[in-house]
């Protein structure tokens, strides 16, 4: 079953698909509608980095809170304590229970989550998936591929003055989707 999240995710690129997107795509775009594509583009991107944010805080407050209750740790709780270790000395870790160090990864990860974390390339992916112990690797094959592909393309669309030619708004739009498949199988992993 999909998260609340992908729910939503899936639903706002619809909507942005038919509000910025033609309905019969065109075998040779105008200039306005290479337009839209590119708007379609910088909002899906909006979107999918939002989703990503949540899914993974979300993930985290599952596991801390597992954890606390008595649970075993999981990947994503040593994950945690390895993040506060980079960020802090060693000594001073080893002076906070190992509590307190959970807190520290978790206070650290959704400082950067929510401060710091300006798109879906493979840096921000690692930086995101790392921290909660999956490392891009176990990812689906060619997800980050296709994310830092998609993430430079749309920095070249949002940091790129005048006319920007597009291949269709189909492509664009089939880009999307091809990323929302990859986000469902991310989704089971995470909702686990």
């Not at 909002?43 to 980095?49: D, S, T, W």
Request: aromatic share 6%.
């Amino acid at each position: 079953m999909a998260s609340v999240e992908l729910t939503t995710l899936r639903v706002r690129i619809m909507e942005l698909r038919h509000r910025l997107l033609p309905a019969r795509w065109p075998l040779l775009a105008t200039p306005t509608q290479s337009e839209r594509a590119r708007a379609f583009t910088l909002l899906a991107h909006a979107e999918v980095e939002t989703y990503l944010e949540n899914v993974v805080l979300g993930y985290v407050d599952r596991r801390v809170t597992e954890w606390l209750v008595g649970g075993s740790p999981s990947m994503c709780v040593v994950g945690l304590v390895k993040t506060a270790q980079r960020v802090v000395k060693s000594a001073d870790t080893d002076q906070l229970s190992i509590q307190d160090v959970v807190l520290l990864g978790k206070r650290q990860l959704s400082s950067y989550i929510t401060t710091r974390n300006h798109g879906v390339r493979e840096r921000q992916l690692s930086r995101l998936f790392i921290p909660i112990g999956l490392e891009l690797a176990m990812l689906p094959s060619g997800f980050s591929q296709t994310m830092d592909a998609w993430g430079r393309r749309r920095g070249g669309y949002a940091h790129q003055g005048g006319f920007v030619a597009i291949p269709t708004p189909k492509s664009e739009y089939d880009d999307a989707r091809q990323i929302i498949d990859y986000l469902v199988k991310i989704d089971r992993k995470l909702s686990q």
